[in-house]
């Protein structure tokens, strides 16, 4: 095993690396980024997060330098960088188009930021012959750069950038271009890489499943603002807003309605599953109306089959829709009483019929699993 | 704290653009905009023989106008310019076809290669030889007479005739190219929709090709029409300077009877004139667009 | 059955393009003194003739002088017009860019007539200079067409990359930007040059006493004697243009197979 889940120091207690202090940056009248704040630590795998046109480019331009700030600031490393150009930053960047030089081989383009570099010509080619080591393209220094695949392109981008050894390493969609199998491949060495350098990794996707994979921690934009700054579980488990948990994974959502609160809890009439309270910790998170509800993710909700007991509690239910996927099967059901289906997502296991639609069924669910929006 | 103000000027991308274009800009402004303007304001001008007095007059175009001379080679101008136009445009759309539906891909080029090259030769050593090819003693007539066809060599030259098919010649690739791109264009598997949706061969040109073409074929009007009305060297070579077209009587007055202001009046009437046409062909041009949606 | 007669036509077409172009050596290595059929027999004292002419090598010699600061002149504006139109968004760039590519649509003889009466009324006076003037202004649009292909086809990500690699936007442009662009530039400059070589009406207006090559042939024209000379240099010409697009196709190609780019055709 490598050292993917190798213990290491905790996050707060690192020094801050990338600082930004209420950051906004106007198009014209276009507000693109709305007051950004937040740090990124020393040695972290930050994720930005969110879909197409909510700012994330644009925030990760920013601490490249290619994006002036209208106002606040950006510091790296403790200083601010307004006055930096980007030539002059000790950040590197992974293009989402790559940017290989296409009249350059592949070691001169590993070795284009060193033209300044006061060493000796053999100690640079060194240095190259060693990055390309480091991304697992030992021996391609010669080739044409035009010449390579998508997966060589991105390893050449990505030695070309660590050589200059950045303190900050900033990917623009690094891994889009790729096909599902090469992508999958590369999140993993992206993150073996990233413990082997030891240095910030910034991460811009609209990918939730890849900046839960590879992120230490993950900032969700909308619309110029970040919504949600936190851990993938956390982000997961705890969406602190309806359209963070729409926009992270699949959430199921049933009208709930709020009887009371008492000693840090909240006591909820749910339709289908009745009477039931969670904590205060469960009850922090915006609705996107004015209707409260609650949110439960579809693994967090079981199907039992004849003799199988709950271990919380459970709901009386009909199969709407199965959709079979191999490993897993989806559900769609009915919980009696409640008009719109739920989705459950079971693990298929030998020996366990998948069920057919229109069939009886109880479902096994916890309070402690959801999530309430108000 | 963001930067400056003036720094985040000087990097601004208008400010940039603005440095960046202004060596061509400023080029474009001494030895185009402010000719053209001098040109307009010279027509305004009255003529006191070898001096232009800046006393307002619209007399040059009143003479201008008024001269039936004048009104006779404009009028000449406009209808060579058209018929060779139409000539040229009437020839080259069934090449463009040819290369862009029934040659392979990879001998396009080639066949492009083929068309210009002929362009890249002498254009007045081009018109001179359909004189050549033209003469009375020339080519077509030695052909003629050597198989016995005729014993009376044909008078072709200095004829709208043989100056419409000169400049033709002279303007081909010009007219090709355009409506080649537009063919190009064309989704190959909208003409298969048509047939499949049983037209036959025919109507799926004339439904489909032709007018999804038509910007290329504006386009090849408007790029042979504008520089033709304005030939100085054919009218002179294969109208033997008896057919003289607007050019020839605007160098006439500008340089030969140093007449500035009317010379001007007479190159303004033409730029309009021009002008009136491309924007005619434009304005086609917009409604084949908002047709085709 | 179509196709076949189209085909044809495309033959026939060829023809009408190739005959005079072809008719040039025929007559250039006749030794009658008179275009005419039939042929008399063959010989070089045309081509004699021509290397002999020294009013013919002085013309040839300014048109070489314009052709060459044409293009090169040209092309210099071309790459400042062709990178701000591709890269910068700027207030009233329509405007600018339209103004800038006027030429292309205005007949010659009112770029000619303009620029004559200006010149005049400033009191420059005429000479090889103010043709250059003339044709830089003519060849500049052809110039920017050509560039703005190469330009538009430059992912912005490649100059960002070189910058933030270190380098000043001025060593990214000479290392990044210049090499893919290069391509470009020589069809650029090939292609001002030979539109200069060829222009007439702006050098007939603007040379003063000077001569290029094309406003001596014009000249030359109404002498019958002087034609079969005329023809053997228009055989010159050819094989000259015929090198010259060879060369501009070769270093085309060479720049695609160097940055692997696909083959969209030719440089025009």
Not at chain 3, 82 to 105: C, D, E, H, Q
Request: aromatic content about 10%; charged content about 15%; some cysteine.
């Amino acid at each position: 095993m490598t050292q993917l889940n190798a213990a290491r120091a905790p996050l707060d207690s690192r020094a801050k690396m990338i600082e930004f202090h209420e950051v906004h940056k106007y198009y014209g009248d276009y507000h693109a980024l709305r007051g950004i704040s937040a740090t990124i630590r020393e040695g972290e795998f930050f994720s930005l997060l969110g879909p197409s046109g909510c700012g994330k480019t644009t925030l990760l331009r920013t601490i490249a330098g290619f994006e002036d700030i209208s106002s606040g600031a950006v510091l790296i490393d403790g200083k601010d960088m307004s006055d930096v150009a980007p030539n002059k930053r000790p950040t590197n960047m992974v293009f989402q188009s790559y940017a290989i030089f296409p009249h350059l081989t592949v070691g001169e383009n590993v070795g284009f930021g060193l033209r300044r570099d006061p060493r000796s010509k053999a100690e640079k080619a060194k240095a190259v012959e060693e990055a390309l080591e480091m991304v697992g393209l030992k021996g391609y220094g010669a080739r044409a750069a035009h010449a390579l695949s998508g997966g060589q392109r991105q390893r050449v981008a990505l030695a070309r950038a660590l050589i200059l050894k950045p303190k900050v390493l900033l990917l623009d969609e690094p891994l889009s271009a790729l096909d599902k199998k090469i992508r999958e491949q590369m999140q993993v060495e992206l993150i073996k890489l990233q413990r082997e350098v030891g240095i910030t990794f910034v991460l811009v996707t609209h990918d939730q499943e890849e900046a839960l994979v590879m992120s230490d921690r993950i900032a969700v934009m909308f619309e110029g603002e970040i919504a949600q700054l936190a851990d993938p579980e956390t982000l997961y488990r705890r969406p602190n807003s309806r359209r963070v948990a729409d926009f992270i994974g699949v959430m199921n959502f049933l009208p709930a309605q709020i009887l009371g609160e008492a000693n840090g809890h909240v006591q909820l009439d749910v339709g289908g599953l009745g009477r039931f309270e969670v904590t205060e910790e469960q009850a922090s998170a915006r609705a996107s109306g004015a209707e409260p509800v609650v949110g439960f993710r579809p693994e967090t909700l079981t199907i039992l089959y004849e003799g199988q007991q709950a271990h919380d509690r459970e709901a009386p239910a009909t199969i709407d829709e199965v959709v079979y996927y191999g490993d897993m099967t989806y559900y769609d059901v009915k919980l009696d009483g409640v008009a719109a289906p739920v989705r459950i997502s079971m693990r298929n296991v030998f020996g366990r019929p998948v069920l057919d639609v229109g069939t009886r069924t109880r479902v096994a669910w916890s309070p402690g699993a959801l999530v309430l929006f108000r | 704290m963001a930067a400056s103000p003036l720094k985040r000027w000087a990097r601004s991308e208008a400010v940039n653009g603005y440095l960046m274009i202004s060596p061509t800009l400023i080029y474009a402004i001494l030895l185009l905009a402010a000719p053209l303007v001098t040109l307009v304001a010279y027509s305004f001008f009255t003529d006191g023989y070898l001096v232009v007095i800046p006393e307002f007059t619209t007399a040059n175009y009143s003479q201008a106008w008024s001269d039936p001379i004048f009104r006779a080679i404009l009028t000449r101008s406009v209808i060579v310019s058209a018929l060779v136009t139409l000539v040229t445009v009437v020839l080259a759309f069934p090449i463009a076809y040819f290369i862009s539906f029934h040659v392979p891909a990879t001998k396009k080029s080639r066949w492009l290669f083929l068309i210009t090259i002929p362009f890249w030769t002498s254009y007045l050593i081009r018109v001179f030889q359909w004189k050549v090819i033209l003469n009375y003693n020339g080519v077509i007539n030695s052909i003629l007479t050597g198989l016995g066809i005729t014993d009376h060599p044909l008078q072709m030259l200095n004829s709208i005739g043989a100056i419409s098919i000169t400049l033709a010649h002279a303007y081909a690739p010009f007219a090709i190219l355009p409506i080649f791109v537009s063919l190009e264009k064309i989704d190959r598997s909208l003409l298969e929709a048509g047939l499949d949706l049983g037209e036959n061969r025919l109507m799926t040109f004339w439904r489909v090709t032709l007018p999804l073409a038509m910007p290329g074929v504006i386009g090849a009007v408007m790029i042979v029409f504008i520089p033709t009305i304005g030939d100085y060297v054919t009218p002179e070579l294969i109208g033997g300077g008896k057919l003289p077209m607007v050019a020839n009587v605007i160098y006439q007055q500008l340089l030969k009877i140093d007449n500035k202001p009317l010379g001007s009046a007479m190159a303004i009437s033409a730029m309009l004139v021009v002008a009136a046409v491309a924007l005619l062909f434009l304005f086609l041009n917009r409604r084949f667009l908002r047709g085709s949606k | 059955m179509k196709f076949s007669s189209l085909k044809g036509y495309a033959f026939l077409y060829l023809v009408f393009l190739y005959a005079p172009i072809v008719l040039l050596p025929v007559f250039a290595f006749n030794s009658g003194t008179i275009i005419a059929f039939p042929l008399k027999g063959f010989t070089l004292d045309w081509f004699r003739d021509l290397f002999a002419n020294q009013t013919l090598g002085l013309a040839l010699k300014n048109s070489l002088i314009i052709a060459v600061s044409t293009s090169i002149l040209s092309t210099t504006l071309g790459v400042f017009a062709a990178r701000a139109g591709t890269r910068f968004k700027f207030p009233g760039k329509p405007g600018v860019m339209g103004l800038i590519m006027l030429p292309l649509v205005l007949p010659e003889i009112i770029i000619a007539s303009s620029l004559l009466v200006v010149l005049l009324a400033v009191g420059m006076p005429l000479s090889l200079f103010t043709v250059i003037l003339g044709h830089t202004l003519m060849a500049t649009p052809y110039a920017i067409a050509v560039l703005n292909a190469a330009f538009s086809s430059l992912d912005r990500s490649l100059e960002e990359a070189a910058y933030d690699l270190g380098e000043t936007k001025w060593s990214t442009f000479r290392l990044i930007i210049l090499p893919l662009v290069t391509p470009g530039i020589i069809s650029s400059a090939l292609m001002s040059f030979t539109i200069s070589l060829d222009e007439f009406i702006v050098a007939f207006s603007l040379a003063g006493k000077e001569t290029t090559l094309p406003i001596y042939i014009f000249s030359q024209l109404r002498f019958p004697k002087q034609i079969p000379m005329i023809m053997a240099l228009g055989t010159c010409l050819v094989v000259a243009s015929i090198v010259l697009l060879a060369t501009a196709e070769y270093f085309r190609r060479r720049g695609l197979a160097k940055t692997g780019a696909k083959d969209t055709g030719g440089f025009l």
